[in-house]
């Protein structure tokens, strides 16, 4: 193939088209500090689909994590297990209230934390298991729920990619004491950029949840009419996602089945189209435990080395695809093993995320485009 100036770009920020008129119906509403009617929407679409928990919108992922680790009062010498594959969200929120990290190898055929090695990590000081549920794939929950039960843990699943992916039958982020969620521009739903959502799952946490989602004190209560005046009653910060955003966000969540089809046909069409690179052994698919189903939040495959992945990565973008590796493992920098350890062996997370590499995916890509991907890779192949 040759080079070519016209782009496919890795992602493109869903956009419906209800969208809009949402927010100018928020506008006109005269409220926009969030907690309105487009709030609610958003709030209880979750909760449905989770079938537990209350869920609060959040300014991000991030917030919604940092949001969490409050709620669970994580103190300075508290342990928290995390796979060291994932972004850095996931461990700033502990490493902020003074947690010492402890990263457990993934599995190489999902990119999750071994649910097989984090017994091993577990000591007195451990408070938390982190569940990072990748390409909206699913972590072994019944394992890591057993063990969370045997040594009295808490179990915050990071859902940041996984909404309406599920496991054995059951909703990722409604399984976890708390989970969080994503609503960034990359994600399959966006609230206009940037934002998140919380569910938490443990009634005995909820209480102290709502207090620090508003600042600290007890104004959902006051709301309610429970108190007469609301107080400051504990730590916390302005969580709220602005009605703007939530507006925008459920003119995509009223929608989810849509989106979802058109996400699930690519994803299909890429590994329809590249299986034969898979008989061939010249790439790796990632797998789908069994009784699990993923969201076609991403498309990845494995290379047979990181010189190759770098090499498709810039052929790819000579032909006007823009393919991309992901995380680097969080233990291989210095604040990494600074502020936790690794515990076993790294046998996969470094060598595996060198391999990785992600297809452009998106709601408003267009066959053609796809078609285009397929060939430069397959192209790629036949030339190397």
Known sequence: MRETTSIVPFNRPLLLGGEIENVKAAVQGGSLGGNGDFTRRCQ???????????????????????????????????????????????????????????????????????????????????????????????????????????????????????????????????????????????????????????????????????????????????????VNQYCWEDIGSNFFMSEVQAAYLWGQLELAPIVQKTRHKFWARYASHLQVLADQGQIVFPSTPLGCTHNAHLFFFKLKAQDQRSAFIRYMKANGVVASAHFVPLHSRPIGLESGRFVGEDRFTTIESQRLVRLPLHFNMTVEEQDLVIAATISFFNCH
Request: with cysteine.
């Open 44 to 226: 209880e679409f979750i909760g449905q689909l989770n079938g537990r928990g209350k869920v609060f919108l959040t300014t991000s992922c991030t917030s919604a994590l940092e949001m969490a680790a409050m709620v669970l009062d994580i103190k300075p010498g508290d342990e928290v297990i995390v796979p060291s594959y994932t972004y850095v969200s996931t461990i700033n929120a502990w490493l902020l209230r003074g947690a010492t990290l402890v990263y457990v190898d993934v599995d190489p055929a999902t990119m999750n934390i071994d649910h097989s090695l984090i017994e091993a990590a577990i000591i007195s000081k451990t408070r938390v298991i982190v569940a990072v549920h990748y390409a909206g794939v699913a972590c072994e929950m019944d394992t890591i729920m057993s063990l969370a039960d045997k040594y009295n843990l808490f179990v915050v699943e990071d859902a940041a990619q996984a909404l309406t992916s599920t496991y054995k039958s059951r909703s990722l982020g409604s399984i976890g004491d708390i989970s969080c969620f994503s609503f960034h521009e990359t994600k399959n739903f966006t609230s206009g950029g940037q934002g998140g959502a919380i569910s938490i799952n443990n009634e005995s946490l909820l209480a102290r949840a709502e207090v620090i989602y508003d600042n600290g004190t007890n104004r959902l209560q006051f709301l309610r009419g429970l």
